[in-house]
């Protein structure tokens, strides 16, 4: 039984399997998608600031 997943941009089931070339969106737009809100920087991956910093900041 192939697991379905739900497409990360317009929320559509999608099944992953070998089957699905855009797994886990469910086609190329979707894809490009978020590929172009990756590239606008509208995902952030949040830092760990190190624990030196935080005494900088306060000051």
Request: charged fraction near 35%.
């Given at each position: 039984m192939a697991t379905i997943v739900?497409?990360?941009?317009?929320?559509k089931k999608?099944?992953?399997?070998?089957?699905?070339?855009?797994?886990?969106f469910c086609c190329e737009r979707c894809r490009q998608i978020d590929l172009g809100a990756w590239a606008?920087?509208?995902?952030?991956?949040p830092?760990?600031?190190p624990s030196g910093d935080e005494d900088e900041m306060q000051s």
């Open positions: 739900d497409c990360p941009t317009c929320g999608v099944e992953w399997t070998e089957a699905s070339k855009y797994r886990p606008e920087e509208k995902y952030v991956i830092r760990a600031m």
